[in-house]
C-alpha cells in the first residue's frame, strides 16, 4: 500500500522533472490527478501573492498545504473554489484545472464549480439557522424542494460527518447551540450535502481544542475515501499526521511539493528542513 | 492630588446623575401629558369627529389620517430604503458611487423638514397633480425618512460578518440567494429598529405634511388616497394656536397630545415584539 503510494510520488516528481507531466502516465501509477495548476500567478492589485506554482493534487488523498503565515498558501487553496474572485482587484495568470477542467475559463459557471468543490473555513462558520437548514442549505439553493429527499441527505451528511449521533435529538435547535468543534463538523456536513468531489479546508482546526482537533483528523482521514482533500495548515504535526502529499510554500512559491513523509523526514531542500523542524516560521 | 478612586467616583456619578436626567425629563413630558390630558380621553373623543369650534367632540379623523400617512410613507420608504441599503452594501461596497450615495442621504436628513414640506408641493402636490392628498403627504414624508431608512439597513447589513457571506457563497449560491437567504434575514431585527424610529419621526412631523395633505378639518373620512386628512400633529397645533375658543379648546389639545405619544408608543412596542420575534426565530429556527 505504501509502496504504491511513493511510487505514485515518484512518478508524479519525475514527470515534473521532464517537464512534461502527463495524465496518463500518472494513472498508471494507480492515483488520479484531481487538480493541476500551470505556472499560476496570483495578484492583489500589485502585489503578487503567488509565483509560478505548478503542482498536481492526486484525487482522494489529502494533500497539505504548510508555510509561514502570508506565504500564499491560503490564497492558493482559494483558487479551486475562486473564492478569491470575491476580492476586488484580484488577478490570475497561468493555468488551474480541476479533474481536466479549465476552471478559470469564461465558460465556468462559477457557482456550479463551488458546489463541486466544497469548502471548510477556519472560524466555524454555520448560519444562524437550525441544525437542519444549515445542512440543508446547499441542496435548497440548488433548487431541492423534495422533503424526504432533503431529510435523507441531511442525514447522511451529518453522518458522513460523525455528528448525526450528537445532534439526531436536536434537528431543529440553533447551530450556535453546537460546541466549536460539532460546529466544525456541522459545516463540513454543509459542504458534504452538495457532493462536492473536492473538500477545501482552511486551517479547520485551527480555532479548536485539542479533542475535537482530533476528532476533525480522524473526520479527514474516513472522508479522504470519497474525496479529494486539499488542507492548509499551520500545525506541523496536523499535516504530518492527515495528509498523503505535502506542499511547502515560502514568500508565494511552491518551494517543495512530495510525499508526506518525504517532506518531513528526508526533504530535498534545506528551507523546508529548517521549516518543518520549526527553526523558522 | 485627587485619588483615581475619587475621579472615577465623581465621573461615575456624574455620568448617572445626567443619564438619570434624561429619564426624568421624559418622564415629566409624559406625566405632564397624561396628567392633563387623561381626563379628556373617552371612547366619545377617540371615535367621533370635533365639534363646536374644536372644544367639543373627538379626533378621530385627526387619528385615522395619521395613521394612514405613517403606512403610507413607510409603504413607500421602507421597501426603496431596504434596497437602496442593500444595494449600498452589498453591491457598491466602498466604492466611489457608495460614498456619494452616502454623502447624499445624510445631507438629505439633515434638511429641515419645512424645505421637504415645500418641495413636496412643488413635486407632488402641484407637477405631478396629487393635489393636497395622503398620497403627496406619504411621498414628502417618505422622503423625509428615507436617510434613516437607507442609514440602518446598510448599518444592520454591516454587523454581519462576512463569514456568513463567504460560507453561503462557498456553497454554490449566488449574490441575490445569498442576501435573501441569510443576510437579510439575519439583518431584519436591525432594519427594523430603523423602521421603529421611523414610525416615531413620520407621525409626529408637522411641517412636511402642512402644504402637501392636511386639513385644518374634515367633515368626513378620507374615502381614497387622493383625499385630504386631518392630522394628530397638526390638529394639535391648530387647536392650540388658531381656534375660535383657544383656551376653551385647551383639553382637547392635552388630550390629541396624549392620543399622539401613545400611538406612537404602541407602534414602538409592537415593533420591538416584531424584532424580537424575528430575533429569536433567526436563532432558534
Same mark, same amino acid.
Given at each position: ?37 500551470? &505556472? ?8 503578487? =501573492?503567488?509565483? #509560478?506554482?505548478?503542482? !498536481?493534487?492526486? /484525487?482522494?488523498? *489529502? ?78 439553493? &440548488? ?8 431529510? =435523507?441527505?441531511? #442525514?447522511?451528511?451529518? !453522518?458522513?460527518? /460523525?455528528?448525526? *449521533? ?98 518531513? /523526514? ?16 | ?285
Amino acid at each position: 500500500m505504501i509502496e504504491t503510494k511513493e511510487a505514485g510520488i515518484l512518478t508524479a516528481i519525475e514527470t515534473k522533472d521532464a517537464g512534461k507531466p502527463t495524465a496518463i502516465e500518472t494513472k498508471t501509477a494507480g492515483k488520479q490527478t484531481m487538480i493541476e495548476t500551470k &505556472n499560476v500567478n496570483f495578484y492583489y492589485a500589485d502585489f503578487r =501573492a503567488l509565483k #509560478e506554482v505548478t503542482i !498536481r493534487v492526486e /484525487a482522494r488523498a *489529502v494533500t497539505a498545504l504548510i508555510g509561514p503565515s502570508g506565504c500564499g498558501k491560503s490564497t492558493f487553496l482559494r483558487l479551486f473554489n475562486r473564492m478569491n474572485d470575491l476580492i476586488d482587484g484580484t488577478r490570475l495568470t497561468g493555468e488551474c484545472l480541476i479533474d481536466g477542467e479549465d476552471i478559470y475559463h469564461k465558460s465556468v459557471d462559477v457557482d456550479a464549480l463551488r458546489k463541486r468543490v466544497g469548502m471548510v473555513f477556519q472560524k466555524p462558520n454555520p448560519f444562524p439557522k437550525s441544525i437542519f437548514e444549515n445542512v440543508a442549505y446547499g441542496l435548497r439553493v &440548488n433548487g431541492a424542494r423534495d422533503r424526504s429527499f432533503i431529510a =435523507a441527505r441531511v #442525514e447522511e451528511s451529518l !453522518r458522513a460527518a /460523525a455528528l448525526w *449521533v450528537e445532534v439526531r435529538d436536536k434537528l431543529r435547535a440553533s447551530a450556535f447551540a453546537l460546541s466549536g468543534g460539532q460546529q466544525q463538523r456541522l459545516c463540513i456536513a454543509r459542504a458534504l450535502a452538495v457532493s462536492p468531489s473536492v473538500l477545501l479546508m482552511d486551517e479547520p482546526a485551527s480555532a479548536l481544542d485539542p479533542i475535537s482537533t482530533a476528532k476533525i483528523e480522524e473526520l479527514i482521514d474516513q472522508l479522504k475515501r470519497d474525496y479529494t482533500i486539499v488542507i492548509v495548515t499551520h500545525n506541523m504535526q496536523q499535516a504530518a499526521r492527515v495528509s498523503d502529499s505535502t506542499a511547502f510554500f515560502m514568500l508565494g512559491e511552491l518551494v517543495e511539493f512530495g510525499s508526506t513523509k518525504k517532506i518531513f /523526514a528526508d526533504p530535498d531542500h534545506d528551507q523546508t528542513r529548517r521549516y518543518v523542524a520549526g527553526r523558522f516560521g | 492630588m485627587i485619588s483615581r478612586k475619587t475621579k472615577q467616583r465623581v465621573a461615575f456619578t456624574t455620568f448617572r446623575l445626567l443619564g438619570l436626567a434624561v429619564v426624568a425629563i421624559l418622564g415629566w413630558i409624559l406625566g405632564f401629558i397624561i396628567y392633563r390630558g387623561a381626563g379628556a380621553i373617552n371612547w366619545e373623543f377617540l371615535t367621533t369627529f370635533p365639534r363646536k369650534g374644536m372644544t367639543d367632540g373627538g379626533i378621530l379623523p385627526a387619528i385615522v389620517g395619521t395613521l394612514y400617512l405613517v403606512l403610507g410613507s413607510l409603504a413607500i420608504a421602507f421597501p426603496v430604503g431596504v434596497m437602496s441599503g442593500i444595494y449600498m452594501r452589498e453591491y457598491l461596497g466602498d466604492r466611489w458611487l457608495a460614498r456619494v450615495i452616502r454623502v447624499m442621504t445624510n445631507n438629505l436628513g439633515g434638511i429641515p423638514s419645512i424645505v421637504f414640506g415645500l418641495f413636496g408641493m412643488a413635486l407632488f402636490v402641484r407637477a405631478f397633480g396629487f393635489g393636497d392628498s395622503i398620497l403627496a403627504g406619504s411621498c414628502t414624508l417618505a422622503l423625509l425618512v428615507l436617510p434613516l431608512i437607507i442609514r440602518s439597513t446598510e448599518e444592520a447589513l454591516r454587523a454581519i460578518p462576512d463569514d456568513h457571506r463567504a460560507g453561503s457563497r462557498a456553497l454554490g449560491a449566488g449574490k441575490l440567494e445569498t442576501i435573501l437567504r441569510v443576510t437579510l434575514p439575519v439583518a431584519m431585527p436591525n432594519i427594523i429598529t430603523g423602521l421603529i424610529l421611523s414610525v416615531g419621526r413620520v407621525s409626529g412631523e408637522t411641517a412636511p405634511i402642512l402644504f402637501t395633505a392636511v386639513a385644518y378639518s374634515m367633515p368626513k373620512l378620507p374615502s381614497g388616497i387622493l383625499d385630504q386628512v386631518m392630522a394628530l400633529p397638526y390638529h394639535l397645533y391648530v387647536i392650540a394656536t388658531s381656534g375660535t375658543d383657544i383656551a376653551g379648546a385647551r383639553p382637547k389639545a392635552y388630550g390629541t397630545a396624549l392620543v399622539l405619544v401613545i400611538i406612537v408608543l404602541a407602534v414602538n412596542l409592537l415593533a420591538t415584539a416584531t424584532r424580537a420575534c424575528i430575533g429569536k426565530k433567526t436563532k432558534r429556527d
